[in-house]
């Protein structure tokens, strides 16, 4: 160990796996190392047992459950846009020949105390309940808008600039209602809060162009499409690829301490008595607790039902969306499910998560308009975690902690 590496990628979460990957790629001299014994870190997938474990340390998971090794429950599920960044790199990178996919059956939004689904074409949407028939005909002429909407041709842009024109100038000029808005704010362009609203409108643009560009690639029920076994695969399988490219992996490596020069600038990492050298450090903010600030919290329920999420079509995997206004909340919940047939569970069995940003100290009574939705559940176990941003300067330090583009640009 006692080398020196352009990088040294502290943590085994998927965001330090794509980096390691990538950097490998490119050429750099990678030293990726973890003091857990497996990867993943906060983003692992676990076996029943290891659930158990997790959460209920020596108790044993009911035999009716049925076998441990056929579930794979991520503990940080999340589906992922089919044309998006990650699949983009996914791709470039070649990673896909490690992994399989599938497209995800449904997208659905809460409105009206009523689980609705997202249209995926122009019948579903003619069919739809969420909007009235003139309704229909003002938000499609926003639609064929944003369709058209080139940054390279300034015709379609019909005269605004997006970069100051916000959000809600935008759409009022087309004169949809609120739940109008509600809607294409949160159910396709999948902002978890209002605050869009009043930002350019250009983000809020492209967010909806890659949810229609997403949707249009499978031409299935969602944009969205999930790994077999679970989001856990995906940190293993950048693993293999900076191990092709030469990257060195060491797992449960103790302590993991980064050393810092007279200037403050990381020179490298010790663990076991020995210091690996390097020019930068990329890490998740628990290797570097001082340089990070809290920001957030998440509250999440995972569930364990032998039936899929009611009104959703008896969908195999889903994506619920309950807006904040429709819950009297500051940002949205959203329900997540996965089933068999992306072989997390036993068949006829389906996992099911309820998150959102914490806004009290009491997960079950928070979560709860998420879990009534969910019909029997058979286990539920509630869970916190914080959420960190980056407090240092990593021009001045050489230290990059889960700033995934900044990353990606500065090295």
Same mark, same amino acid.
């Given at each position: 160990?006692?080398?020196?590496?352009?990088?040294?990628?502290?943590?085994?979460?998927? +965001?330090?796996?794509?980096?390691?990957?990538?950097?490998?790629?490119?050429?750099? %001299?990678?030293?990726?190392?973890?003091?857990?014994?497996?990867?993943?870190?906060?983003?692992?997938?676990?076996?029943? /047992?290891?659930?158990?474990?997790?959460?209920?340390?020596?108790?044993?998971?009911?035999?009716?459950?049925?076998?441990?090794?056929?579930?794979?429950?991520?503990?940080?599920? +999340?589906?992922?846009?089919?044309?998006?960044?990650?699949?983009?790199?996914?791709?470039?990178?070649?990673?896909?020949?490690?992994?399989?996919? %599938?497209?995800?059956?449904?997208?659905?939004?809460?409105?009206? %105390?009523?689980?609705?689904?997202?249209?995926?074409?122009?019948?579903?949407?003619?069919?739809?309940? @969420?909007?009235?028939?003139?309704?229909?005909?003002?938000?499609?002429?926003?639609?064929?808008?944003?369709?058209?909407?080139?940054?390279?041709?300034?015709?379609?842009?019909?005269?605004?600039?997006?970069?100051?024109?916000?959000?809600?100038?935008?759409?009022?000029?087309?004169?949809?209602?609120?739940?109008?808005?509600?809607?294409?704010?949160?159910?396709?362009?999948?902002?978890?809060?209002?605050?869009?609203?009043?930002?350019?409108?250009?983000?809020?643009?492209?967010?909806?162009?890659?949810?229609?560009?997403?949707?249009?690639?499978?031409?299935?029920?969602?944009?969205?499409?999930? =790994?077999?076994?679970?989001?856990?695969?995906?940190?293993?399988?950048?693993?293999?690829?900076?191990?092709?490219?030469?990257?060195?992996?060491?797992?449960?490596?103790?302590?993991?301490?980064?050393?810092?020069?007279?200037?403050?600038?990381?020179?490298?990492?010790?663990?076991?008595?020995?210091?690996? +050298?390097?020019?930068?450090?990329?890490?998740? =903010?628990?290797?570097?607790?001082?340089?990070?600030? +809290?920001?957030?919290? /998440?509250?999440?329920?995972?569930?364990?039902?032998?039936?899929?999420?009611?009104?959703?079509?008896?969908?195999?995997?889903?994506?619920?969306? @309950?807006?904040?206004?429709? @819950?009297?909340?500051?940002?949205?919940?959203?329900?997540?499910?996965?089933?068999?047939?992306?072989?997390?569970?036993?068949?006829? %069995?389906?996992?099911?998560? /309820?998150?959102?940003?914490?806004?009290?100290?009491?997960?079950?009574?928070?979560?709860?308009?998420?879990?009534?939705? @969910?019909?029997?559940?058979?286990?539920?176990?509630?869970?916190?975690?914080?959420?960190?941003? =980056?407090?240092?300067?990593?021009?001045?330090?050489?230290?990059?902690?889960?700033?995934?583009?900044?990353?990606?640009?500065?090295?």
């Amino acid at each position: 160990m006692d080398e020196e590496y352009d990088v040294i990628v502290l943590g085994t979460g998927l +965001k330090e796996c794509i980096l390691s990957g990538l950097l490998s790629v490119d050429g750099l %001299k990678v030293l990726h190392m973890d003091r857990n014994d497996y990867y993943g870190g906060e983003s692992t997938s676990l076996n029943l /047992v290891q659930l158990w474990k997790h959460f209920r340390g020596d108790e044993k998971p009911p035999e009716k459950l049925g076998a441990s090794r056929e579930y794979n429950v991520d503990m940080m599920p +999340k589906f992922m846009m089919a044309n998006g960044s990650l699949v983009r790199i996914l791709i470039h990178t070649d990673v896909t020949k490690y992994l399989n996919f %599938k497209a995800v059956d449904g997208s659905y939004v809460y409105n009206k %105390k009523k689980v609705h689904k997202v249209p995926a074409t122009d019948v579903e949407a003619f069919k739809s309940p @969420l909007m009235g028939l003139f309704e229909k005909r003002r938000a499609r002429k926003f639609f064929i808008y944003v369709q058209d909407y080139d940054d390279n041709d300034p015709k379609s842009h019909e005269g605004l600039d997006l970069n100051k024109v916000t959000a809600r100038e935008l759409i009022s000029k087309y004169g949809l209602e609120d739940d109008t808005i509600d809607f294409i704010g949160h159910a396709l362009a999948l902002h978890s809060n209002d605050s869009y609203l009043d930002q350019p409108a250009l983000g809020f643009i492209k967010r909806m162009k890659l949810y229609a560009e997403s949707l249009a690639r499978f031409q299935g029920g969602s944009p969205y499409i999930y =790994p077999l076994y679970g989001l856990g695969e995906l940190p293993q399988a950048f693993a293999r690829l900076s191990a092709v490219y030469g990257g060195t992996y060491m797992l449960h490596k103790a302590e993991c301490k980064v050393e810092f020069d007279a200037d403050g600038k990381a020179t490298g990492v010790t663990s076991e008595g020995e210091t690996a +050298k390097c020019k930068k450090v990329v890490c998740d =903010p628990s290797y570097l607790p001082d340089k990070v600030k +809290k920001v957030g919290k /998440v509250a999440r329920a995972i569930c364990i039902m032998s039936h899929p999420i009611p009104d959703t079509n008896d969908s195999h995997s889903a994506q619920v969306i @309950l807006p904040q206004k429709q @819950l009297g909340r500051k940002s949205d919940m959203y329900l997540f499910c996965c089933s068999y047939a992306h072989n997390v569970a036993p068949k006829g %069995k389906s996992i099911a998560f /309820v998150s959102a940003e914490a806004e009290t100290d009491n997960p079950e009574v928070e979560l709860k308009p998420g879990v009534d939705l @969910l019909g029997p559940v058979e286990e539920i176990f509630y869970d916190t975690y914080d959420r960190y941003v =980056p407090t240092n300067d990593h021009a001045a330090d050489s230290c990059f902690i889960s700033a995934f583009e900044k990353i990606i640009a500065e090295l």
